[in-house]
Nanobody, 115 residues
Framework: QVQLVESGGGLVQAGGSLRLSCAAS????????MGWFRRAPGKERELVAA????????YYVDSVKGRFTISRDDAKNTVYLQMSSLKPEDTAVYYC????????WGKGTLVTVSP
């Protein structure tokens, strides 16, 4: 059973930055497109960024383009999300999974952006 553990969240002021990490309990990322998702209060979980299995292509939802960067290190079984110029509307619990969500969801990491 693959376990996904997200970390790096916290409280930050608008305009600040955070780097999220997602570590898998075993070699689980290889060849899979990976994604970062978020669930804001009262909203459905949404995909905000994804990276191909090779790392050669990425996807970002329009609201985070130019501010977030997804990357991966398969040797470390870790996916990252660098977030900059954070806005209050980025406040959410952030999760990682394969782009199609094949693994059991982790607990996520809470990002709170104050005005």
């Amino acid at each position: 059973q693959v376990q996904l553990v997200e970390s790096g969240g916290g409280l930050v002021q608008a305009g600040g930055s955070l780097r999220l990490s997602c570590a898998a309990s075993e070699r689980a990322f290889s060849s899979y497109a990976m994604g970062w998702f978020r669930r804001a209060p009262g909203k459905e979980r949404e995909l905000v960024a994804a990276i191909s299995g090779s790392g050669g292509s990425t996807y970002y939802v329009d609201s985070v383009k130019g501010r977030f960067t997804i990357s991966r290190d398969d040797a470390k079984n870790t996916v990252y999300l660098q977030m900059s110029s954070l806005k209050p509307e980025d406040t959410a619990v952030y999760y990682c999974n394969t782009r199609t969500g094949i693994y059991t969801w982790g607990k996520g990491t809470l990002v709170t952006v104050s005005p």
